[in-house]
């Protein structure tokens, strides 16, 4: 029971960060139709920006406290993810809104490389140790480990998640948005500016992908310009499982996850003697989407993205 529990304590960490992401990518699918390979090297960058402004604050200010640190580091994160993602829209998505999805979806593979390349020129290709900020010293729950960090993971994602569905189903911006998504056009003609509407959405999908970089670092301790290829396709996966075009879809299809990968290779590791196990986890997340794309490709919840006329 202790294994279960520890293992569900691990998964809801990794989902939360896994939806985080996911949010980015089923925002932009909803509003444009395209798939934004590019979103995990946000994350990247914003994880590598952090750990910069980690090490500046750690020397030039000693004796802050790590709460702050970790703070300041997230906030610049996301305003150099936020610029980032709007100039890459800008850039080299919106010139293509108009060509066949094979363009802007090869444009985004491209330009997923070319950040990676970038930021191994910026930051080197060796992996960097992230400072701890946070109490080092777990606590017990039920016989189950959790430390501050990981304390800290849930806490900011459920404030990011109540923040995005707030704004998306309360303000101006959140209709505009609901009124792209049905159809561009139409919405145009109501007063609404789609390229503005779009510009925002990239802008708020960057900023969860730089909280979740930041939290990714903080909680396994590393960053390198490859981090975010494995998560953020990890949060493609995540999209589709639960709906990709649906923000509750991808907050449940990000927890449920990271709890499959995380008590399936928990109790594989225990069932084998160690023979199977944590190095076993990215197939069992692939093997979801697989799954799911040939029983159910519309995901667990469906797409409530209308087909634009």
Known sequence: MDILLQQIINGLVLGSMYALVALGYTM????????????????????????????????????????????????????????????IEKIAYRPLRNSPRLAPLITAIGMSILLQTLAMIIWKPNYKSYPTL?????????????TVTQVMVLGVTAICLSILLYVVHRTRLGRAMRATAENPSVASLMGVKPDTVISATFIIGAVLAAVAGVMFAANYGTVQHTMGFLPGLKAFTAAVLGGIGNLGGAVVGGLLLGLIESIGSGYLGVLTGGVLGSHYTDILGFLVLVLILILRPSGLLGERVADRA
Request: with cysteine; glycine share 10%.
């Open 28 to 87: 932009v699918y909803g509003i444009i139709n395209l798939i934004n390979f590019a979103h995990g090297e946000v994350l990247m960058i914003g994880a590598l920006t952090s750990w910069t402004i980690v090490g500046l604050i750690q020397e030039s200010m000693p004796g802050t406290p790590g709460w702050m640190i970790l703070l300041i580091a997230m906030l610049v994160a996301c305003v150099v993810a936020a610029v980032l993602n709007f100039s």
């Open 134 to 146: 946070l109490a080092a010293e777990p606590f017990q729950v039920a016989g189950a480990v959790i």
